[in-house]
Structure formats: structure tokens, C-alpha cells
């Protein structure tokens, strides 16, 4: 009888690499201002709050916010992001307190190293109870200036603005 037996794992605890001190950049204290566009007939919703983005062994950020959401409500969120070395890929989750739905991202950071795109799939905000594509997207401007773009892939192929926020370190 066979038996099925995955590949050992290491026993020696895992090193950060180039693509762990990319996700360095990211500590640190943060203030947010969200922007939500409402359709072309009304303003975009717009709300304000903080982020304290910590490291876990060097491995991984842990990104805790505060704040309200754009449309009303206080809404406290959790992002993780790490390298899976053995993947080859960015991955984390994120969780709010406004939803049950775990985002579990896949991604990866651009030619200029300065664009990390974080690929998930989740409740369609369309067509309830169908799921989408989306992506948020963290680009620095600066070290000091960072934004998340959030998209949706529309129906007809094309990524769809959710939201963008901009971060500013607190100084």
C-alpha cells in the first residue's frame, strides 16, 4: 500500500529576503483618507482614519486601521501581507469589522518595484450572491506617501475604481 507524503519542510526558520524588506517600507504609523466614487451624478464618499502597520519576524506586516467608512460607520480593518517563498508570491488576507467575508490575496510586485498588486475574489458588489475579481493595488509615491487602489472586473472585462486611498506617515 502507498502512502502519499509531502516534501519535508524545513526545520530552519526562513530568512527575509529582498521581497520581505520591500514589505519594510510599509511600517510605521499612518494617516488614510478614502475616496469612493458614488456615480457620475453624485460626489465621491470620502472618510479619514489611521493605520498602524507592524512587522512579524521581518516575514510579514500586519496593518491594523481605524477609522470611518466612506458611507458612515466606524470600520476597524487587519491586512497581512508576506513573500511565500516556496509560492513565489505576495500573500495575505484581509478582514474588516464592516463584513464576515476573509480576502485572501495573491500577488505580485511590478518591474519598478514600487507597484505591489494584491489579486482576491469575493462577493460580487454587482450581483449579489455571484463572486468577482478584484485587485488592490499599493503604489508608493514617496516613502512617506503611499496610495491603495481598489478595483472590481466589470462584465464587459475591464477593472472598475472602487476606491483609492492615500496614506501619509505620521511624522
Not at 130 to 140: G, L, N, P, W
Request: hydrophobic content about 30%; some cysteine; charged content about 25%.
Amino acid at each position: 500500500m502507498e502512502t502519499n507524503t509531502l516534501p519535508q519542510e524545513s526545520t530552519i526558520q526562513d530568512k527575509p529576503q529582498e521581497e520581505h524588506h520591500w514589505l519594510q517600507k510599509l511600517v510605521g504609523e499612518w494617516t488614510y483618507e478614502t475616496e469612493m466614487p458614488m456615480g457620475t451624478e453624485q460626489p465621491p464618499e470620502k472618510a479619514t482614519g489611521t493605520e498602524t502597520v507592524r512587522s512579524l519576524g521581518g516575514l510579514w506586516i500586519l496593518a491594523e486601521g481605524q477609522g470611518e467608512m466612506p458611507c458612515g460607520g466606524d470600520a476597524t480593518t487587519m491586512m497581512t501581507v508576506g513573500y511565500d517563498l516556496r509560492k513565489q508570491r505576495y500573500v495575505g488576507t484581509w478582514v474588516g469589522s464592516m463584513m464576515t467575508y476573509l480576502w485572501v490575496y495573491d500577488g505580485e510586485l511590478d518591474a519598478s518595484e514600487n507597484r505591489l498588486t494584491l489579486n482576491n475574489e469575493g462577493p460580487s458588489m454587482s450581483d449579489p450572491g455571484k463572486t468577482a475579481k478584484y485587485k488592490d493595488v499599493i503604489e508608493f509615491q514617496s516613502d512617506n506617501h503611499r496610495t491603495l487602489a481598489s478595483y472590481m472586473l466589470g462584465d464587459d472585462g475591464q477593472w472598475q475604481p472602487i476606491m483609492t486611498t492615500h496614506y501619509q506617515r505620521k511624522m
